[in-house]
């Protein structure tokens, strides 16, 4: 049985686990993590396989992205001065 063009057309628009894993630079096992806990959205197929919506992710790679960049900074602050 061959999909639909639409059926094609929607499914391109979303990630599989582990093509989102490759876009965040993080494991399958993070990924389902950020969707256990809410921070990542995906629907469920028939068979149970998350998919993500492609712009959810690159939207997500930004958030974390924004938050190491915060983290770094933080640490940098809070580091006492060596003084030599």
């Given at each position: 049985m061959q999909a639909k063009k639409e059926e094609v057309a929607?499914?391109?628009n979303?990630?599989?686990v582990?093509?989102?894993a490759?876009?965040?630079?993080?494991t399958g096992e993070a990924v389902r993590h950020?969707?256990?806990t809410g921070q990542l959205a995906a629907i469920r197929t028939v068979g149970g396989v998350r998919l993500f919506k492609q712009a959810d992710?690159?939207?997500f790679k930004q958030k974390l992205k924004a938050r190491k960049?915060?983290?770094?900074?933080?640490t940098a602050l809070n580091r006492?001065?060596?003084t030599a």
């Open positions: 929607m499914i391109e979303y990630l599989t582990s093509d989102a490759r876009v965040l630079n993080r950020y969707e256990r992710v690159e939207n960049w915060t983290r770094k900074r933080r006492p001065e060596v």
